[in-house]
């Protein structure tokens, strides 16, 4: 198993530009969740499924938005980048109470 | 509403030294509480929940509900113990979704 995958690994935007940040699983896992990480702010919850068709907003949703077609893939939309979005972005999944797996990151730079 | 406090953005101990990370959480219900690590530029990974009850690479943690903890501890430091440590709170009403605190940087000392 791949386990949870994300691409692409780095990526600079220009303000305004949009772009898809991919994160597929292949676990099964009915929960998926879009975090990023900056510094001294630790995790903050994005958008998160729990399952496919369904999605909610997390802490920090504005300037981002989710689909879930399948229960594999969960792929984050930035529809105008901003500076403020410069940051680490974690796709994790989960089966509900158990661990949560995580990718290994996107670090994303808006120019 | 539920909340995860971690006092100490960055933490420095001595090989062989003990460490006590602090988790402090806010949670009017039953929750499940969790520690994951991220090694340097690795992702996150799993280091121990509280149902468990296990000691993992010579951690462990101990929930009190009293004080609204769940710290993490080790005996004896060691160097490949760096890291930075997340502790995080999960609600039985909203599965898969976690609530991290803002993480402690661990550095161990030679």
């Known amino acids: 198993n791949a386990g949870v995958t994300q691409t692409p690994k780095f990526q600079v935007l220009k303000t305004g530009q949009s772009m898809t940040l991919q994160c597929a699983q292949d676990m099964n896992h009915e929960y998926m969740s879009w975090y990023r990480q900056d510094p001294g702010m630790g995790l903050r919850l994005i958008h998160y499924s729990v399952g496919a068709g369904i999605t909610d907003q997390g802490e920090v949703p504005n300037g981002y938005n989710v689909s879930r077609s399948t229960t594999e893939d969960f792929p984050l939309r930035l529809l105008s980048a901003a500076p403020s979005q410069t940051s680490v972005y974690f796709c994790?999944?989960?089966?509900?109470?158990?661990?949560?797996?995580f990718g290994p990151g996107t670090r994303l730079t808006v120019t | 509403a539920q909340r995860v406090t971690q006092p100490e953005k960055l933490l420095s101990v001595f090989k062989g030294a003990p460490v006590e990370l602090k988790c402090n959480y806010s949670y009017s219900g039953s929750p499940e509480l969790f520690w994951y690590v991220q090694y340097s530029r690795q992702r996150l990974q799993l280091l121990l929940r509280h149902i468990s009850r296990e000691s993992i690479k010579g951690f462990t943690a101990d929930l009190n509900k009293g004080e609204t903890s769940f710290h993490l501890k080790k005996p004896f430091a060691q160097e490949e113990d760096s890291a930075m440590y997340y502790c995080?709170?999960?609600?039985?009403?909203?599965?898969?979704?976690?609530?991290f605190g803002r993480g402690t940087q661990l550095t161990v000392w030679p």
């Open positions: 995080a709170l999960s609600r039985g009403s909203t599965l898969g979704r976690l609530y």
């Open positions: 994790a999944s989960s089966s509900g109470l158990r661990e949560q797996y």
